[in-house]
């Protein structure tokens, strides 16, 4: 998802080649998130999408915020956000939207993958 997403963000600068990258440091941060929002889709099951949405969006700007800080303290910086929205270049707060989204979206294929059997119950 991640490489989709920043081979789109090039059509912003007039780029059509749909170039994507990504760091292999966001795997362990993806396999981390994943040991995080097992627990917590757990607790949440049962509420309202909105607030479901809004525990993702900010599950995700915790894991974010956190684990670039962390790897910033070793100067490794696999991501650096910039613009008004931008807090230390780690998280940019104008993608609660996103994240929102992201967050429901993998609670679906979480659902999916657990009826056919397929990863944590």
């Not at 966001?26 to 757990?42: K, Q, R, S, T």
């Not at 008004?84 to 989204?101: C, K, N, T, V």
């Amino acid at each position: 998802m991640e490489i989709f997403w920043t081979s789109l963000s090039g059509i912003k600068s007039g780029s059509h080649n749909l170039i994507g990258h990504t760091s292999i440091w966001m795997f362990f941060i993806y396999g981390l998130a994943v040991v995080i929002m097992e627990p917590i889709h757990n607790l949440i099951a049962d509420q309202n999408w909105f607030l479901r949405g809004c525990v993702w969006a900010s599950v995700i700007f915790v894991i974010e915020f956190t684990t670039g800080g962390i790897l910033r303290l070793f100067q490794i910086e696999p991501w650096h956000y910039t613009g008004e929205f931008s807090i230390m270049g780690l998280i940019r707060i104008d993608y609660a939207p996103a994240w929102f989204a992201v967050g429901l979206l993998f609670e679906r294929i979480h659902t999916l993958l657990l009826n056919y059997n397929i990863g944590l119950k």
